[in-house]
């Protein structure tokens, strides 16, 4: 990936005629020093601590916080806040449902998204007076927290959506987020998201003494295998896909996507946070495989934790069209910008690349979709 960056005397953000907005060098060292550390976070206080000291400061945030919720929203918990008192939690868990910020990041399948920049900063404001008025109930919380409310972005794992980050300024940092913050947060979102994920599957099982029947009571098929991919435990879903073969192996295709994709990364990356493999196929369906590695003993012995996502959604399905047509992360990336109805302009400020840069872009997507408009390609996408 080539990294475009001017920086003036006093290393502020700059903008010149080919370049709406970008990032400084620092800011792209912040993010790999960040990604880093997040590596080495075992629990809710490690990254608790680094939100607080690293995160914030990236952002110029005041707080923010990450929640486990469903796509619909109906169900919101927060699990973790930074600068946000606790007596506030389920005034933020209603709010967050009743906020648009989420279902738009959704609808429009963009995994981070702020005010002033996304929407006008007077959509929040309005909206926390119309939450206010009517959920009387959280007016306390009103007093204590949110009357210092001055903006907000937020960041979900799509496609699944099940967990959320969400940053906050509060009075007196009162300057507009920016394109700058936006991808910030797109470049650490990832691996964040890992991160909290695999702190969320943690504590799902110490909750639960009977291992096995944690997973039996989990509708996805779950399976727990060996290091050398024997199979010992595995719930009913998991017995369903493959009735016919050897239930005590994983069958071997999917155990060779396995290790190409393991072998693909460091072993800090493995060292519980999950691994997505983004599409595997099998008898005419197609499935999203995470795989995370789990410790069972002080000793350090672990087992791997399997879990089969089917892929039924469109979105998913368009990303597997995309990619068997060879195009890269980047050049997806951008096909859903243009899905979008951005033009190469507005493309080339959300991602802080140069114009030209998009234009490239856009004619290798072109060679290898075998379109020759962006109509075409909104149409191919849309299949």
């Known amino acids: 990936m080539q990294f475009w960056l001017l920086a003036n005397n006093n290393n502020k953000l700059v903008m010149n005629a080919d370049f709406s907005s970008t990032l400084i060098e620092q800011d792209y060292l912040d993010v790999l020093t960040f990604i880093k550390e997040l590596s080495l976070c075992r629990t809710h206080i490690d990254l608790h601590h680094l939100l607080n000291t690293s995160l914030l400061n990236v952002l110029d945030a ?206 800090q990356d493995l060292n519980g946070s999950p691994l997505e493999i983004p599409f595997y196929r099998f008898n005419k369906r197609i499935y999203r495989p995470v795989l995370a590695r789990i410790e069972v003993e002080a000793d350090g012995d672990w087992l791997w934790l399997l879990r089969m996502n089917r892929v039924v959604d469109g979105y998913s399905k368009m990303l597997r069209r995309l990619q068997e047509m060879g195009l890269s992360s980047r050049e997806i990336e951008v096909c859903i910008l243009v899905r979008d109805s951005l033009d190469t302009r507005k493309i080339a400020e959300r991602l802080c690349i140069s114009y030209n840069t998009v234009r490239n872009h856009i004619g290798k997507i072109y060679l290898k979709t075998d379109v020759n408009t962006r109509t075409q390609l909104i149409e191919l996408m849309n299949q």
């Open 62 to 267: 005041s707080s923010c916080f990450y929640c486990f919720t469903d796509p619909d929203f109906a169900h919101v918990q927060v699990l973790d806040a930074i600068n946000i008192p606790e007596s506030t939690f389920s005034c933020l868990q209603d709010l967050i449902k009743y906020d648009p910020l989420g279902q738009r990041i959704i609808e429009l399948q963009r995994p981070v998204m702020a005010y002033d920049v996304d929407f006008p900063r007077q959509n929040a404001t309005d909206t926390l007076k119309l939450f206010f008025q009517e959920h009387p109930e959280h007016e306390a919380s009103r007093q204590l927290y949110w009357q210092h409310f001055a903006c907000s972005m937020g960041a979900l794992n799509l496609p699944d959506a099940t967990v959320g980050v969400g940053v906050h300024r509060l009075l007196p940092l009162d300057h507009p987020f920016t394109f700058r913050e936006i991808r910030i947060l797109e470049l650490i979102r990832p691996s964040l998201m890992q991160t909290i994920r695999s702190l969320i599957l943690s504590d799902e099982l110490k909750r639960y003494h009977a291992f096995a029947d944690c997973l039996a009571t989990i509708d996805s098929p779950l399976a727990l295998i060996q290091q050398d991919w024997r199979i010992i435990y595995n719930n009913r879903s998991f017995d369903a896909l493959w009735p016919e073969t050897d239930q005590h192996w994983l069958p071997e295709g999917l155990i060779q996507v396995l290790i190409r994709e393991i072998y693909r990364c460091s072993p």
